[in-house]
């Protein structure tokens, strides 16, 4: 029978890219084939999980989540590496639909894990920014570091894109000193422009089109000013426009330097030696589309195998799967669907779990048939 790696991303708001992972395993594992598992992160919904798996200390840690209100979130430590989740402190899946509005959503929750990371001798940040439900171009995530950030009349103007739109100063504080930060996004798109932050995420975060008027005209001025301030561009920098800009807020004003979080957490689990050996690889998440191909975990993971495994098949399981021809292009074989009869997206995602179980048994069954 074939050896198997199954390596799934988080299905957003539904399984945890653990569970996923897990689930499918089983799977295979009760059709009888060797499976090899690899905790898939990105950066986004399931990063903490992964660093717990792989062994790190989890410790919660009081903030706020998108529209304010207290909550816990991890931290997980992996010795003096400190990784942080902005799922978990600013994520679309903290939210109800009806509080998905980007022009009151902050990451402020963000940058308060943040500095509890720098207060307990922190000396590697990795910054998961995947998973958001904000576009305020990190000024929340600044402002609980300590940065001032005003409008015109000298009021503070950090919150959500009403912050943005009314931004006049930025006054830098200096919070990162010793402290490398890494910022784990597979987003490529820019600050602004047809790509960048305001059109492209601005809608899925709930921005109706005078919104996405309003955050890109803000986003242009936030990159003005940190031009004028830092002679960083982040206008059309590759990945700034990530988590509704904090991607280039991290870089400019905080010193960070983006990676491909699927790559970094690849590596850091020895990806390439685990894929030896297997000729089959299941990776998967809860939409697969157009967007899968710039640089999303189950295009990595695809294109990384397929390096180890030239002749090996590479199969995606997907809540949705759009633009079939582009994804095969990019690396992946064959596309399987969870939903087997015609249901809501909120159906969907509340029975996630299931549906991917029964769709897994499904494909390991195909599979085993060929032996």
Same mark, same amino acid.
């Given at each position: 029978?074939?050896?198997?790696?199954?390596?799934?991303?988080?299905?957003?708001?539904?399984?945890?890219?653990?569970?996923?992972?897990? $689930?499918?395993?089983?799977?295979? !594992?009760?059709?009888?084939? +060797? #499976?090899?598992?690899?905790?898939?992160?990105?950066?986004?919904?399931?990063?903490?999980?992964?660093?717990?798996?792989?062994?790190?200390?989890?410790?919660?840690?009081?903030?706020?989540?998108?529209?304010?209100?207290?909550?816990?979130?991890?931290?997980? *430590?992996?010795?003096?590496?400190?990784?942080?989740?902005?799922?978990?402190?600013?994520? *679309?899946?903290?939210?109800?639909?009806?509080?998905?509005?980007?022009?009151?959503?902050?990451?402020?929750?963000?940058?308060?894990?943040?500095?509890?990371?720098?207060?307990?001798?922190?000396?590697?940040?990795?910054?998961?920014?995947?998973?958001?439900?904000?576009?305020?171009?990190? =000024?929340?995530?600044?402002?609980?570091?300590?940065?001032?950030?005003?409008?015109?009349?000298?009021?503070?103007?950090?919150?959500?894109?009403?912050?943005?739109?009314?931004?006049?100063?930025?006054?830098?504080?200096?919070?990162?000193?010793?402290?490398?930060?890494?910022?784990?996004?597979?987003?490529?798109?820019?600050?602004?422009?047809?790509?960048?932050?305001?059109?492209?995420?601005?809608?899925?975060?709930?921005?109706?089109?005078?919104?996405?008027?309003?955050?890109?005209?803000?986003?242009?001025?936030?990159?003005?000013?940190?031009?004028?301030?830092?002679?960083?561009?982040?206008?059309?920098?590759?990945?700034?426009?990530?988590?509704?800009?904090?991607?280039?807020?991290?870089?400019? *004003? =905080?010193?960070?330097?983006?990676?491909?979080?699927?790559?970094?957490?690849?590596?850091? !689990?020895?990806?390439?030696?685990?894929?030896?050996?297997?000729?089959?690889?299941?990776?998967?998440?809860?939409?697969?589309?157009?967007?899968?191909?710039?640089?999303?975990?189950?295009?990595?993971?695809? +294109?990384?195998?397929?390096?180890?495994?030239?002749?090996?098949?590479?199969?995606?399981?997907?809540?949705? #799967?759009?633009?079939?021809?582009?994804?095969?292009?990019?690396?992946?074989?064959?596309?399987?669907?969870?939903?087997?009869?015609?249901?809501?997206?909120?159906?969907?995602?509340?029975?996630?779990? $299931?549906?991917?179980?029964?769709?897994?048994?499904?494909?390991?069954?195909? =599979?085993?048939?060929?032996?």
């Amino acid at each position: 029978m074939a050896k198997v790696l199954v390596s799934m991303n988080a299905f957003k708001g539904s399984i945890s890219t653990k569970a996923a992972t897990d $689930a499918v395993a089983l799977a295979f !594992e009760g059709a009888g084939f +060797q #499976v090899e598992k690899v905790y898939l992160a990105d950066g986004g919904d399931g990063t903490t999980d992964v660093a717990a798996a792989l062994g790190g200390r989890v410790e919660f840690v009081s903030t706020f989540d998108p529209v304010m209100r207290p909550i816990e979130a991890p931290v997980v *430590w992996l010795g003096q590496t400190a990784v942080i989740e902005m799922a978990r402190a600013s994520g *679309w899946a903290l939210i109800a639909a009806e509080e998905r509005n980007p022009m009151l959503t902050t990451t402020w929750g963000t940058g308060l894990l943040i500095k509890h990371a720098l207060e307990h001798g922190a000396d590697r940040i990795i910054l998961g920014i995947g998973g958001s439900a904000t576009v305020d171009g990190g =000024l929340g995530m600044l402002a609980a570091l300590g940065f001032s950030i005003t409008d015109e009349a000298g009021n503070a103007s950090w919150r959500g894109g009403e912050g943005l739109s009314r931004l006049a100063r930025v006054v830098a504080n200096s919070p990162m000193k010793q402290t490398r930060l890494v910022v784990a996004s597979d987003v490529t798109n820019p600050l602004l422009g047809l790509t960048g932050a305001a059109p492209v995420f601005g809608p899925q975060k709930g921005a109706t089109p005078d919104m996405v008027t309003l955050l890109e005209k803000g986003l242009e001025r936030l990159a003005d000013i940190t031009l004028q301030m830092t002679g960083v561009r982040l206008h059309d920098m590759s990945g700034a426009g990530a988590a509704g800009g904090v991607g280039g807020a991290a870089v400019a *004003w =905080l010193g960070g330097h983006l990676e491909s979080g699927a790559e970094l957490f690849m590596d850091l !689990e020895n990806f390439d030696a685990r894929a030896v050996g297997c000729t089959v690889l299941v990776t998967g998440e809860g939409s697969i589309d157009a967007q899968t191909v710039y640089g999303k975990a189950p295009v990595r993971v695809a +294109q990384r195998f397929r390096k180890v495994s030239p002749e090996g098949l590479t199969v995606a399981i997907a809540g949705a #799967v759009r633009d079939r021809a582009q994804v095969r292009e990019a690396g992946i074989d064959v596309f399987i669907t969870t939903l087997d009869r015609p249901m809501s997206e909120r159906e969907a995602m509340e029975n996630g779990l $299931a549906l991917l179980t029964q769709a897994a048994a499904e494909l390991a069954h195909l =599979l085993s048939l060929k032996g």
